[in-house]
């Protein structure tokens, strides 16, 4: 095998997505052949090199897991939670194959979560090249005007840049109304904080949506295991070969 770059190493193996894997790296918990890498430029052979991270031994999965999960809420998205909460991977106790979140919801957000050990489909799903759409309903503290409606669809100041065009539909009226937002990307808290701009509190947010994917019937905790058609249909969207 010819030699690759660390962090798409270790996305393969199914330790993390690439960007997750850059940063293990750059915390020397990676290893080639004994010495401990920090550098993003460094690459190995899997098939030759022993590498290892937090000193276990990688080795490629043996095939590809691809599991649709309702997160509930009041649990991150994270495999290890340094302040000790409950995770999304308490649902997978005794599981061989090692898995990790596509993404995240935030803690108090519940709905579709997608987990693989496939490193560029995690990559791919991620990012905002990938042009693929995530959907929500939210429920919110108040009732925007027209104008912040189309304003909040336009893409709103966030962190130095502006969100991404949204689609935004009133779904369920009243002094606490419901909106099913729809969004290519997924930066932090994004939700919570483009209907903060508007002076509004989000009260609720689940996702029922990643592409053509839906939550369905599943129960909060409650996961499967994605069919061959429909891995083959999210490939497909994501330009996988």
């Not at 590498?51 to 998205?77: E, F, R």
């Not at 898995?99 to 560029?120: F, H, Q």
Request: proline letters at 5%; aromatic letters at 6%; charged letters at 30%.
């Amino acid at each position: 095998m010819p030699e690759e770059r660390l962090q798409k190493i270790l996305a393969h193996a199914g330790i993390a997505s690439r960007r997750k894997a850059e940063e293990l790296i750059l915390a020397g918990r990676v290893s080639v052949n004994g010495a401990t890498v920090v550098e993003l430029g460094s690459k190995a052979d899997l098939a030759t090199d022993k590498v290892k991270v937090d000193g276990q031994v990688l080795s490629a999965p043996k095939h590809h897991l691809y599991i649709a999960l309702h997160k509930p809420k009041n649990c991150v998205t994270t495999v290890h939670d340094p302040e000790g909460r409950k995770t999304v991977m308490s649902f997978f106790k005794g599981m061989r194959e090692r898995i990790y979140p596509v993404g995240r919801l935030d803690y108090a957000s519940e709905g579709l979560l997608l987990l693989t050990n496939d490193g560029d489909f995690a990559n791919r799903l991620m990012s905002p090249a990938g042009h693929v759409t995530k959907t929500y309903l939210v429920k919110v503290n108040g009732t925007l005007t027209p104008e912040q409606e189309e304003q909040f669809r336009r893409g709103i100041p966030l962190h130095g840049r502006r969100t991404a065009p949204a689609g935004l539909k009133r779904i369920r009226e009243g002094n606490n109304p419901w909106y099913e937002v729809r969004l290519v990307e997924g930066r932090h808290n994004q939700i919570r904080i483009m209907f903060k701009h508007f002076n509004r509190l989000v009260e609720k947010l689940k996702r029922i949506k990643i592409g053509f994917l839906e939550l369905g019937t599943l129960k909060p905790g409650a996961y499967r295991t994605l069919t061959r058609s429909e891995v083959a249909r999210f490939r497909k969207l994501l330009e996988l070969t």
